[in-house]
């Protein structure tokens, strides 16, 4: 692992010497090369491409080589990133302490250091914006809005709630913000049978054949939940075993191609658009106003937009173009 550090940070450096002329933005992710390029990274990407050209900069994309998640990989990325001169840096900021020395250390260098997609929010650090989704109100919203429009208002409500990558704090949260809503719920409708359950539900093939044995082995559930893209898996599944569209109410996060078939179709109702896109341009924009006009920092919630059947018309021709 020490030679493949060194490695990154050779590139790093190789490539802060390429220009001169030029501010060089780095981000760095928590997502591991094989995560990177589905649709949803491709999209952050996409947004940091078209925004460094915008503005004139050399930016460069720094995901993880060993696997989803490794703290002490993307800690090193950074240190690589303050080594390398970046004139500033976007990062996920994917555990609650691990980031905060980096970060000091690159402000005290006069980097500029913004987070996006994941922030830290209980032990907040000197980050100076977080470009991202609001995770844990954003699944408390989604069961609001799967409540507003599609859960049936009398009779019991059985739900299954999809952890998608257990102990990662993206899906933690979302997930403890559906738990949030539904232990309120509960709580508002005492007379009411309302029961959930949690279930390791991995990602896409993973969510087909588990949260489905869950279904099949639990016929009273009527409610699917997630904090990920992979509901159209649980839906092929479902139809597989007989199930029509509308008998699970189905709930979960993106735009990515997938999911816009399964809204259209019927199979899933609600999804919550982060934005990726944004996540990849706005800290690029940020960077440059603060260089430029020594502007202040803000930060932007991405991710708080329930999208439904009726919108996806408009939204297809963006998810496919890798935007949305």
């Given at each position: ?30 997502a591991a090369v094989g995560a990177a390029s589905g649709a949803f990274w ?20 720094v995901y993880l080589q060993s696997e989803d998640g490794n703290i002490g ?220 006009y020594g502007l202040g920092y803000w930060s932007v919630n991405t991710g ?21």
């Amino acid at each position: 692992m020490k030679l493949l550090y060194s490695t990154i940070i050779a590139l790093l450096l190789s490539f802060s010497t390429t220009s001169f002329s030029k501010p060089l933005y780095i981000f760095t992710s928590h997502a591991a090369v094989g995560a990177a390029s589905g649709a949803f990274w491709q999209a952050v990407k996409k947004g940091m491409e078209e925004a460094c050209e915008r503005f004139d900069a050399d930016c460069q994309m720094v995901y993880l080589q060993s696997e989803d998640g490794n703290i002490g990989e993307e800690v090193a990325n950074f240190n690589a990133a303050i080594a390398a001169g970046a004139d500033g840096i976007a990062t996920t900021v994917y555990d609650a302490t691990s980031f905060d020395d980096p970060i000091d250390d690159a402000l005290a260098q006069g980097i500029n250091v913004i987070g996006y997609n994941i922030d830290d929010e209980t032990t907040p650090n000197n980050r100076q914006a977080f470009i991202g989704q609001s995770l844990e109100q954003a699944g408390y919203d989604l069961m609001v809005d799967l409540n507003k429009r599609f859960f049936p208002q009398e009779g019991p409500l059985n739900v299954l709630v999809g952890v998608n990558a257990p102990g990662q704090y993206w899906s933690e949260a979302r997930t403890s913000g559906e738990v949030r809503w539904l232990e309120g719920f509960k709580a508002a409708n005492p007379d009411r049978e309302i029961n959930w359950s949690t279930l390791d539900a991995g990602y896409a093939d993973d969510v087909m054949n588990r949260a489905s044995a869950y279904i099949l082995a639990n016929p009273e559930t009527n409610v699917y939940v997630s904090s990920g893209l992979w509901g159209p898996n649980l839906a092929t599944a479902l139809e597989e075993n007989g199930y029509k569209p509308g008998e699970i109410i189905i709930g979960g996060f993106d735009v990515v191609p997938s999911v816009v078939e399964c809204i259209k179709n019927g199979w899933c109702h609600t999804t919550v658009d982060q934005q990726p896109f944004l996540q990849g341009y706005l800290p690029v924009v940020q960077f440059f106003l603060k260089d430029k006009y020594g502007l202040g920092y803000w930060s932007v919630n991405t991710g708080a937009l329930m999208l439904h059947k009726e919108d996806m018309a408009a939204l297809e021709e963006y998810s496919k173009a890798g935007v949305r």
